[in-house]
């Protein structure tokens, strides 16, 4: 090969590069693995870490992931196989994530769906740099405090550096602040608004009216949602809103500590070319055979570089797989099944811990599967009992508030269980 | 060889400029709708917009690139091409008879500061 | 094998299931406290099939695709090389798989332990202090390191740097991610060999700039020679150097970017470190700073205590902010790490010369077919103009769908800019000398059809299920859903 090349030795390839920068050390590496070594390596680090029966949700819930997916998944044709510019050898990509988009479309009542994006908070911001190309000359968005921290703290990042003015707008009784919305947009200057669908308490907000309020205002209302839960709360198409945005982990994927999820954006049809991020599209090809491709390609990075809608270039393609499989697979029953016996759970695990008299309820408001309630126990100490038992509690979103989320997952049992360890006498 | 029409003005990101009186009607050459290849779609503004000379007043899209369109003229946009909307593709059928916007001119005077033909078609030569 | 085009909705029968759950045991109604005016009004039309109907649709749907793991990707600037198996099987373990990202600290030292260690692998591959793994891709890494910039600046109280340089041959993410930062981006020229022109940096450089994001070697797989200048320059005038570490496959064993003078870039663990692309992800895009950069990345952080554990930091003052929910992509991580901790110290010095060799290979080899528009040694992958004899007509469209017919993806087309025919080939370290002969083969094939039989190149591909798509129908109607389709 040298040879061909014309060199002495693969040194001289890098001839051009200057002395003083040529790396003449070691790495702060250990030596090569073998599998093996490699196996018990990552099984010590394992040991480590606790598996814990789960009862927190917090932006991520333990919902039951179907055996099929994962052998699906590993497919290495999926897995191994790069974004699909190339639609002659991609239609197996290219054909489910046009799966994934209509079901992102169902879930949503909202009419076009993107290929999906990182993860729900980014694809928050995403959503409102959405809203401010479509307004006319207004450079100001509203979020709802009662959208998750996390979310929050990503959205007010990238507005920050991207320069467009955030304004919060204060809770109510556990739910969005709505006269106070409506004193926001009265200002004139609102280019869109989000509020959530199931909030960081895991209420259900009443959304009544308030399409009608931001649009009158001449400004875009996205909502931030769960789409798994959408199965059976009523969705944003319904409740008027111009974009759904959310995190799609919900759908069966594991915790995964924290990543990689799924986030996902649909709008209405006419806002389609602001969207960020990949399209796939249906199309004929020459001999009339119908196909999928990558299209409104021309709004993205690689053609319309600092003009394009954003930077983002790859989505999260395989977890986008992930839920189009979990979805097939569950259908419109299966998810209704899933929230009923979450809900049911959750109501379970509420009632009892009111009726102990030693937790009390915060917010008298509607939830599915998630609900904060506020105690004097020791929340340190009980959280500490319950770790040694193999249980994570409620999540403490505030001194003595604690936020709970129970999935199909949990048991009546283990329910029981939870309950009994908080409620013992610490030893 | 793109065409090049004598009788109007150009602008040098390739829009043309037609003036009826104090009206600037406007469109793309010849040689943008070429390089763009099948057009699908134009984002136009809206009827009663304030526009200066140099602001991006849309964009169109082609398969595979999407060109911003930059008002050669200042003044308010009176009209709006609607034909465009179920069918951009007629700017690649004959450029310079469709117009994109029309535009009320608040400083004619403007329009003597773009290329004329002959300047226009040796910009495209050198490009 | 006969072919399968049916979408999952179409095989879906009212009544079949594919799951089973437990049954509802807690004897309570939760769904009756939620009024009416909250549920949905219409069941969303989702399919219904069986667990059997899902895995023949899915499967049947990856026979369509090309992966890796099927043939030789010589896709420049992707760095598609080999995706090792074992990373697959730690990844999944349930000992990481189930942890909540918000479990008591005490509980997950294992996995903050595996993220400390990547963090600091990654260090000293770079020569950057430290390292944040949140973001989640490439494209957001760069976001995230011009926010890291922006900060800089930010805290030194200097409102003025609104401007990045950035060269003319960048990938479309530098000015993209430049412009969601709030960053308005400058060009700077390249020189007919794609380096960067000093003589047109030069003036660029004044207090208004915070700072320059390119690439090395550049994407035209060619080193900047000058890069100590650049960096000198830049720094001179008060700005910092981002790198883009798409291209750090050749730096591997090499050369560290900290030592260029870089003060902050991102890696792409889905191109150098070996985890799968995924049909477009989920990648992972983890940003280094130098030292007095560290204050500023994004939380949250993971940090080394004194007593040896590993904690979590969820805020900072001077931290620019968040960028993800939680820690990042943590299963794409660990692939990474697996990937790393499997070369180790020794072979890891392995990659970049490999890749380097494999590159200048093809290069030599077709260079009397192809037009080469740039002499010299390049790096791990390099770009052609299209065909040395374009007599024909055949483009390097035409060429990358012919390349589909033999059996291999195309390489890059159309990137970089510079040139109108470009075609970028990267073969990465992991194929053989029998895969790389095979590839020229073919290549030097097409070229001589293009010369002797060019209609055959033009019509191509035409051995695959579908060719030629309407794409101009796709963009002028966008179908985007089921349902949309049938309307």
């Known amino acids: 090969m040298l040879d061909k090349i014309g060199v002495g030795s693969v040194d001289e390839l890098y001839s051009d590069v200057p002395e003083e920068v040529l790396f003449r050390g070691e790495y702060d590496l250990p030596e090569g693995m073998s599998e093996t070594e490699l196996r018990e390596y990552f ?10 029966t789960v009862f927190a949700g917090h932006g991520a819930y333990d919902h039951y992931s179907p055996s099929v997916i994962p052998h699906l998944l590993e497919r290495s044709e999926f897995y ?33 769906s993107n290929a999906s994006m990182y993860d729900g908070a980014t694809a928050a911001a995403e959503s409102m740099f959405m809203m401010v190309a479509s307004a006319r000359k207004k450079n100001r968005v509203l979020v709802s405090s009662t959208l998750l921290e996390s979310v929050r703290k990503v959205i007010a990042t990238y507005m920050k550096f991207h320069g467009v003015e955030l304004t919060e707008l204060p809770e109510k009784e556990g739910e969005t602040d709505f006269t106070a919305m409506a004193e926001e947009l009265a200002k004139g200057d609102v280019a869109g608004v989000m509020v959530p669908s199931v909030n960081r308490y895991g209420i259900i907000e009443n959304l009544e009216g308030v399409a009608e309020k931001v649009h009158g205002a001449k400004a875009s209302l996205a909502i931030y949602c769960d789409p798994s839960a959408l199965a059976v709360l009523k969705t944003p198409g319904e409740w008027g809103a111009d974009i759904a945005c959310g995190d799609g982990q919900t759908l069966g994927m594991p915790l995964q500590f924290g990543g990689p999820y799924l986030g996902f954006i649909a709008c209405r049809k006419d806002m389609l070319r602001k969207m960020p991020g990949r399209v796939v599209g249906a199309t004929t090809d020459r001999n009339g055979k119908r196909c999928y491709v990558l299209t409104l390609q021309a709004r993205e990075q690689h053609i319309r570089r600092q003009k394009a809608t954003s930077n983002i270039c790859s989505n999260q393609s395989l977890m986008a797989l992930y839920a189009t499989i979990y979805v097939a697979l569950m259908g419109p029953q299966g998810l209704r099944d899933v929230n009923r016996l979450s809900c049911d759970g959750a109501h379970y695990l509420y009632d009892r811990l009111i009726e102990s008299g030693k937790f009390s309820k915060v917010y008298d408001k509607p939830f599915l ?37 129970v999935t199909e997952k949990r048991t009546k049992e283990q329910i029981d269980r939870l309950i009994t360890v908080m409620l013992e006498e610490e030893k | 060889m793109s065409t090049v029409k004598e009788d109007v003005r150009y602008a040098e990101s390739h829009e043309w400029v037609k003036v009826e009186g104090d009206i600037a009607v406007i469109g793309i050459s010849d040689y943008a709708q070429h390089a763009l290849g ?90 | 094998m006969k072919e399968y085009d049916k979408l999952i909705f179409e095989i879906s029968k009212p009544g079949r299931k594919g799951y089973q759950l437990p049954a509802d045991k807690y004897g309570v109604d939760g769904m009756s406290a939620i009024p009416a005016g909250l549920m949905r009004g219409e069941a969303p039309e989702l399919p219904e099939v069986s667990e059997l109907d899902v895995v023949r649709h899915y499967t049947n749907l990856s026979n369509k695709n090309f992966g890796v793991d099927t043939g030789f990707y010589p896709l420049g600037s992707c760095t598609m090389k080999y995706n090792p198996k074992i990373n697959e099987e730690l990844a999944s373990l349930p000992a990481f798989a189930g942890l909540h990202p918000l479990q008591d600290v005490k509980s997950v030292q294992g996995a903050l332990q595996l993220y400390y260690e990547l963090q600091q692998a990654l260090s000293s591959l770079a020569g950057l202090k430290e390292f944040t793994l949140n973001p989640y891709a490439g494209a957001h890494g760069e976001l995230t390191g011009l926010m890291v910039m922006r900060q800089y600046h930010k805290l030194r109280g200097d409102d003025k740097r609104t401007k990045v340089i950035v060269p003319d041959t960048a990938h479309g993410t530098n000015p993209a991610s430049a412009m969601v930062a709030g960053l308005e981006v400058v060009e700077v020229k390249s020189r007919p060999n794609g380096s960067i022109d000093i003589e047109d940096l030069k003036p660029l450089l004044d207090d208004t700039v915070a700072g320059i994001m390119m690439t090395n070697p550049n994407t035209l797989g060619m080193f900047e020679t000058e890069i100590m200048e650049i960096a000198s320059l830049v720094h001179e005038a008060g700005g910092l150097l981002y790198y883009d570490g798409a291209n ?25 470190f070996s985890t799968p692309h995924g049909g477009g992800g989920p990648g992972s895009g983890p940003v280094g ?46 692939k990474a790490y697996a990937y790393i901790l499997s070369l180790g110290r020794d072979n890891i010095k392995n990659v970049g010369p490999m890749a380097t060799l494999n590159a200048n290979y093809i290069k030599e080899s077709l260079r009397d077919l192809y037009k080469l528009p740039v002499e010299g040694p390049c790096k791990h992958e390099f ?3 299209g065909l040395a004899d374009k007599s024909t007509g055949v483009t390097t469209l035409n060429v990358a769908k012919r390349l589909l017919d033999f059996g291999f993806h195309a390489p890059t087309i159309y990137f970089p800019l510079l040139f109108h025919e470009s075609l970028m080939i990267e073969p990465t370290e992991t194929e053989s000398l029998e895969t790389l002969d095979e590839f020229i083969d073919v290549m030097r094939k097409v070229a001589i059809e293009a010369r002797e039989n060019p209609e055959l190149v033009k019509e191509a591909p035409v051995t695959t299920a579908i060719s030629h798509p309407d794409e101009t129908g796709a963009a002028k109607n966008p179908i985007l859903s089921y349902k949309a389709m049938k309307a």
């Open chain 1, 43 to 52: 099984t010590n680090l394992g040991k480590k870490n606790e598996q814990l």
């Open chain 1, 80 to 112: 191994t196989a790069y974004t699909p510019y190339q639609p002659e050898i991609s239609q197996g990509t290219l054909q489910y994530i046009f799966e994934y988009q209509s079901m992102i479309s169902e879930l949503t009542g909202m009419e076009s």
């Open chain 1, 369 to 405: 599967k998630e609900f904060v309630v506020k105690t004097d126990l020791d929340t340190a100490a009980m959280a500490a009992r319950l770790r040694r038992n193999g249980m994570m509690g409620g999540v403490e979103i505030a001194p003595g508030v604690l936020e709970f989320a």
């Open chain 2, 38 to 127: 099948d057009i699908v779609y134009v984002d136009m503004p809206e009827e009663g917009d304030e526009i200066e000379a140099g602001d991006v007043f849309g964009a169109v899209e082609s398969v595979k690139a999407a060109s911003d369109l930059i008002c050669p003229v200042s003044g308010e946009v009176v009209a709006v091409n609607e034909d465009l909307e179920d069918s951009p593709e007629l700017i690649n059928k004959d450029a310079f008879e469709t117009w994109i916007i029309k535009v009320r001119m608040s400083d004619a005077s403007q329009v003597d500061a773009l290329l004329d033909a002959a300047a226009y078609a040796k910009l495209c030569e050198d490009e």
């Open chain 3, 248 to 272: 750090l496959n050749p730096m591997l064993g090499k050369v560290r970017p900290g030592d260029m003078g870089f003060d902050i870039m991102h890696i792409n663990l889905h191109k150098t």
């Open chain 3, 289 to 334: 700073v130098s030292e007095r950069l560290v204050d500023l990345l994004p939380t949250p952080r993971v940090v080394k205590l004194d007593d040896g554990s590993f904690d979590v930091v969820y805020n900072g003052d001077e931290s620019l902010g968040s960028v993800s929910t939680f820690f990042g992509n943590f299963g794409v991580m660990m």
């Open chain 3, 383 to 385: 770009v052609f103009d």
